[in-house]
């Protein structure tokens, strides 16, 4: 603790300080000579490309990938053409650019995804240089060819190739260029030995750095910022001006004394910092310069890599890996010799107490009389987050603890989330699982990105205790988790389905959010069918599960889900499906073993596809059915021997049913249609098409009683419907002859109420008293009423004693009927008396 700002170096008004992050795990022979390599910010993983040893040439590259640690996470041989250029994307996939333009994708266990080309002349002229950067579109690709022309795709994950303007007077590759996103656009800053072009979609722009000295020389190297916001050049004289990367202001130029090019030159800035540097390397010397012209020097032993990070350059070399960063401003009132901040003075309080010592009090004192305790909490909170040594953090959150026991009003939520975090950061920079954030990338990056890191990584054991420890809801913490695990189960071939759907199963079980149909599409992808079907029983939606069953051609299977499922729309999908994928007997064998679906089948066809509906009755043998699709099928035709042959059909259909019934009404019809047609012939009454009924509606109409008599005959019309109808039919042509006639042809089924009301209704009250007498005399009551007769109703009603028809005969008495009401009232009160 004494001895914490013994590495710390001065540059400025700022401190920067070199921290160890780890001891390489990996073993080095030529140190990192001879090899391609690239590393992912935010304490991503390395990739190398190792050419093969000079005393075997026959040999083929190595491509190694390593953990930030130097845990070695996968190596296989390269047999692919000539890498010019290694990369890694936002979401740690790695990309091997070839010569002939060729990039091809990998993940982070070696395992190829895919790979695309930027484009065919790059074919033949080559690539020469190749970068791979950022933009807020995605990550990017940007080459220069052979033909010196520069081709760009701002997102690899939609792949768009930009070829950019000629740069005049390039010859080959320029000296150095570098991708630059500014308004969400990405242009391409090169140089072409003193002069500067700007490269955008559509030209090419000549640009002067603000106040670069004309002897300072050709610019030979180049690097912009990790936020894109600064640029810095240097030169051949050794000066390295420092800008922003608009090219509008010029922040510093420094005098390097290096007239070599530096191999690597890397921006060295904290976000809020106002003390922006550049990192730059050479085989020896590791130069950090600052804006305010000043240099801070370190000897370097072995062959490095320069990472930019979001505040701090990583340092990777053969045997260990340092963070080089600017020293908080937080930590530097702290931990500055003789400090007098307030986190200074409680950190020193807290010692104090420890050694039971006094003068803790006088601190404390001091602290609280410039009312700066609160503060002084706060810096210690603050500076704890951004220590790298598990003891310093220790010891500040000691201090920032033993300080809130003096407040009343402090709020712990700070203190608190500071704690967790520290802990979660503490167990990702563990070299076994080598994450190696600061606070400052963890806070940037987002908890889920990093959960999704370790998921990505196959950490699934410690990507849920720290979703349990920091209380992340299920469905975004643990079940995505788990749905990762599981779909990386399904890929081990060295277990069989059946345990493997087992381990799943009992791992999964009803996690929110975790689709085991998901799981099941992971394995089928793998060629594991059965493991995949296996699966699909544990999924409890069948809307999920039949749409993979279909994929994986189990149709039957799919078929008898979406049955169980009760879901109608579900068993529509599948049958769909079925007929598009199946021959007609096929389907309609399939269809036979599933009765729900072959129902639901019928119904669409009836709807839709009636030749489809004749022939799955005609698979089935349904003869009853079948006849009566043919009778509906009648009613389409329009000629009249076509409808007569169908539904004769439809006779013969019936028959085969044993539908003795059906049969006969259909000959009926057949009759039917045959007599309408010779009536219209002879008649011309226009009947084809009628119903029965219509028919003898018509024919009375026309006055033609006995066609009408014959048709009742013929086809045993009830006598009560036939009575009716020609009752109506003869009032409405008020042919009171013929119905006079009609009610005596025979006793009447209906009555001769009927008689007496249809008359009365065409105001024919003299005809409606002839029927009176024949009313049964229950009604006829009714009958006197409905032609105005209250004598006869009276007499009626007296007759029968009917109180309530005495009293309906009153209702339509009048004051002028004073002699028939108390005749009606004697009468009620003398059968009132008995």
């Not at 076994?432 to 987002?446: D, E, R, Y």
């Not at 004749?614 to 698979?619: A, E, T």
């Not at 003869?730 to 001769?752: C, M, N, Q, T, V």
Request: proline share 4%.
């Amino acid at each position: 603790m004494a001895f914490i700002t013994a590495t710390w170096n001065p540059l400025g008004e700022a401190f920067y300080r070199k921290t160890e992050l780890y001891e390489m795990h990996w073993t080095m022979k030529d140190a990192l000579r001879d090899c391609l390599v690239a590393a992912a910010p935010y304490g991503g993983p390395i990739a190398l490309l190792r050419e093969p040893h000079r005393r075997s040439p026959s040999s083929r590259p190595q491509l190694e990938i390593y953990s930030a640690s130097g845990v070695a996470v996968t190596s296989f041989p390269w047999k692919s053409g000539p890498v010019v250029h290694l990369g890694w994307t936002v979401s740690d996939e790695l990309l091997c650019i070839q010569e002939d333009g060729s990039v091809l994708i990998y993940d982070l266990f070696g395992s190829f995804k895919r790979h695309f080309s930027m484009g065919q002349e790059v074919v033949q002229s080559q690539v020469l240089e190749a970068k791979v950067f950022h933009s807020p579109y995605g990550t990017g690709v940007a080459i220069v060819t052979g033909s010196s022309r520069f081709t760009l795709a701002t997102n690899i994950d939609d792949l768009k190739l930009r070829r950019l303007p000629e740069v005049p007077g390039l010859q080959g590759k320029p000296s150095c260029w570098v991708v630059l996103t500014q308004d969400r656009q990405t242009k391409v800053l090169l140089s072409n030995g003193p002069e500067l072009y700007i490269l955008d979609n559509t030209s090419c722009t000549a640009v002067f750095p603000p106040g670069l000295s004309p002897q300072s020389g050709g610019i030979v190297h180049m690097c912009v910022s990790f936020s894109y916001k600064y640029l810095a050049l240097f030169t051949d004289t050794g000066q390295l001006w420092t800008g922003t990367s608009n090219l509008q202001e010029k922040l510093s130029e420094v005098d390097t004394n290096m007239l070599t090019p530096p191999k690597q030159m890397v921006w060295c800035r904290r976000p809020k910092s106002q003390q922006p540097s550049v990192v730059l390397l050479w085989d020896r010397l590791l130069m950090v310069a600052g804006v305010c012209c000043d240099t801070i020097q370190f000897p370097v032993e072995d062959q490095c890599v320069l990472v930019g990070e979001l505040d701090g350059v990583r340092v990777i070399s053969s045997t260990n890996q340092e963070l080089l960063q600017e020293v908080p401003l937080v930590c530097q009132d702290i931990f500055k010799i003789a400090s007098m901040a307030p986190g200074a003075l409680l950190l020193e309080a807290h010692r104090e107490y420890e050694k039971s010592s006094q003068k803790a009090d006088e601190y404390l004192r001091e602290i609280k009389e410039q009312s700066m305790l609160g503060e002084a909490v706060r810096q210690c909170v603050e500076a704890a987050g951004h220590e790298y040594d598990t003891n310093i953090q220790k010891s500040l959150l000691r201090a920032a603890s033993f300080g809130k026991c003096f407040l009343t009003d402090f709020s712990p939520d700070p203190f608190v989330t500071i704690c967790r975090e520290l802990r979660v950061l503490n167990a990702i920079r563990d070299s076994s699982v080598g994450l190696p954030l600061t606070h400052t990338q963890f806070k940037h990056m987002t908890l889920q990105v990093l959960i999704d890191r370790l998921v990505y990584r196959q950490f699934y054991p410690l990507a849920m205790e720290i979703c349990r420890y920091l209380k992340i809801p299920e469905y975004q913490g643990i079940s995505r988790v788990l749905k990762h695990w599981a779909s990386c189960k399904v890929q081990q071939k060295d277990l069989s389905d059946e345990a493997i759907a087992r381990a799943v199963c009992l791992k999964v079980g009803d996690s929110p959010g975790v689709s085991y149909s998901h799981i099941a599409a992971k394995a089928y992808e793998c060629g594991r069918t059965e493991l995949a079907i296996k699966l699909l029983d544990f999924e409890a939606r069948s809307g999920e599960q039949v749409p993979l069953l279909l994929k994986m051609k189990r149709s039957h299977l799919a078929l008898s889900k979406a049955v169980e499922s009760g879901d109608t729309d579900l068993v529509y999908t599948v049958v769909t499906y079925l007929k598009n994928e199946m021959n007609r007997g096929d389907f309609f064998m399939t269809l036979r073993n599933q009765p729900v679906a072959l129902s639901l089948y019928r119904q669409f066809c009836k709807l839709q596809e009636q030749d489809t509906l004749k022939d799955l009755y005609n698979q089935d043998d349904d003869h009853q059915e079948l006849a009566n699709y043919y009778v509906a099928a009648s009613y389409r035709e329009q000629r009249l021997e076509s409808r007569l042959s169908v539904l004769q059909t439809a006779v013969d259909e019936y028959n085969k049913a044993k539908n003795e019934f059906a049969a006969k009404a259909t000959e009926d019809e057949m009759r039917l249609l045959r007599l309408q047609r010779k009536l219209d012939d002879e008649k011309g009454a226009g009947l084809l098409g009628l119903s029965l009924q219509e028919t003898m509606e018509a024919l009375l109409a026309l006055g033609l009683h006995k066609q009408t008599d014959q048709l009742y005959r013929d086809f045993r019309v009830p006598d009560k419907r036939y009575w009716w109808l020609k009752l109506k039919s003869l009032a409405e042509r008020e042919d009171w002859e013929e119905l006079e006639k009609f009610s005596k042809s025979k006793k009447s089924p209906i009555g001769y109420l009927p008689f007496v009301e249809v008359c009365t209704k065409r105001n024919n009250k003299y005809e409606a008293k002839k029927y009176i007498p024949k009313v049964a005399p229950e009604q006829k009551v009714r009958a006197h009423l409905a032609v105005s007769d209250l004598e006869g109703a009276a007499d009626a009603a007296i007759e029968r004693k009917n109180d309530s028809e005495m009293g309906a005969v009153l209702s339509r008495c009048s004051a002028s009927d004073r002699l028939l009401i108390d005749r009606l009232n004697r009468a009620r009160a003398s059968a009132a008396k008995k």
